[in-house]
Nanobody
Framework: QVQLVESGGGLVQAGGSLRLSCAAS????????MGWFRQTPGKEREFVAA????????YYADSVKGRFTISRDNAKNTVYLQMNSLKPEDTAVYYC???????????????????WGKGTLVTVSS
């Protein structure tokens, strides 16, 4: 059974940093794209960042470029999201995702994620 388990969420003041981790189990994702999405109540889940299987291609939402960094450790089947200069508008439940095959990125949207974690809450206070 495939599982993606996020950790590292919490409460932080504006301007602070958090590092999210997502550990995958049940299959290896070393040949798959992985990424992060977020959602706030009443809004659609939105793309945050993604990384290709090799780490050679990185994708970011405009709202987080220059502040967030995605990385992965294929030996540990884990993907990370380093979040710096956090803003209150970054408050959301953050979900880890992984693709089982191909994917595409167009106009700020990332398609192809097949597996999802249950999410971790990030709250940024002003």
């Amino acid at each position: 059974q495939v599982q993606l388990v996020e950790s590292g969420g919490g409460l932080v003041q504006a301007g602070g940093s958090l590092r999210l981790s997502c550990a995958a189990s049940g299959r290896t994702f070393s040949n798959s794209a992985m990424g992060w999405f977020r959602q706030t109540p009443g809004k659609e889940r939105e793309f945050v960042a993604a990384i290709s299987w090799s780490g050679g291609r990185l994708y970011y939402a405009d709202s987080v470029k220059g502040r967030f960094t995605i990385s992965r450790d294929n030996a540990k089947n884990t993907v990370y999201l380093q979040m710096n200069s956090l803003k209150p508008e970054d408050t959301a439940v953050y979900y880890c995702a992984a693709a089982s095959g191909g994917y595409s990125y167009t106009q700020g949207r990332f398609y192809g994620m097949d597996y999802w974690g249950k999410g971790t809450l990030v709250t940024v206070s002003s």
